[in-house]
């Protein structure tokens, strides 16, 4: 869908035309939507805006900065954690790249602005996805792989660093669901493909 001067108020719009951030709403459509794969919150959407407008800006500058530098950069000057002195640093040596530093940090955006220029200026919609219960058992396998990951490399991190003890670890994530009325038991994926315990057909 194109940006165009019909459609409501939208200061992301206007960020985008101003840092000519061609195919950025399509961008963040698709990834709100999960059009392509898993959906992408809306606060993750707005830093990835954010950080696309200060790059713009630094390039704007004759300026060049690596994809890990920019994330830095832009931690520094919107964490709450970071110390107002090494924000005051970080500012002054984007000022001397001739960056317009109070310019480009007006033009941040929060995840309640990209909700309404997704809902409103470009009418998107999520997926209605409550009557596929493929999906939603694809979404708890995905939990699952995820807690089973991250668990594991706790442990490793946690074996390494000697607060645990060293031993050959297995990660088990398995979501089970017994039916109340017959007491068989389920994977929680198995029971949504199959639409509910068979108990009912017995």
């Known amino acids: 869908m194109s940006e165009s001067s019909s459609r409501p108020n939208s200061k992301v719009a206007r960020v985008i035309e101003k840092y000519e951030l061609g195919g950025m709403g399509e961008q963040l459509e698709v990834a709100w939507t999960g059009e392509h794969g898993e959906r992408t919150s809306l606060r993750n959407l707005a830093d990835e805006f954010n950080r696309a407008v200060l790059d713009a ?34 500012q002054r040596e984007l000022e001397s790249m001739g960056v317009d530093v109070d310019g480009v940090q007006s033009d941040f955006v929060t995840h309640q602005a990209v909700h309404t220029y997704l809902t409103e200026y470009r009418e998107a919609e999520l997926p209605d996805q409550s009557g596929d219960p493929d999906k939603k058992a694809e979404t708890i396998e995905r939990l699952q792989g995820r807690t089973s990951a991250v668990t594991d490399s706790t442990i490793e991190g946690l074996v390494s660093s000697g607060e645990l003890s060293k031993h050959d670890y297995d990660v088990i994530v398995d979501v089970r669901v017994i039916c109340g ?4 038991d389920y994977a929680a994926g198995e029971l949504l493909r199959q639409g509910g315990c068979n108990c009912d057909e017995a």
């Open 181 to 184: 009325d017959c007491g068989t």
């Open 57 to 90: 800006a630094i390039r704007r500058s004759d300026g060049s900065i690596s994809e890990t530098d920019l994330q830095n950069v832009y931690q520094v000057l919107t964490d709450d954690d970071v110390s107002s002195a090494d924000r005051m640093r970080k």
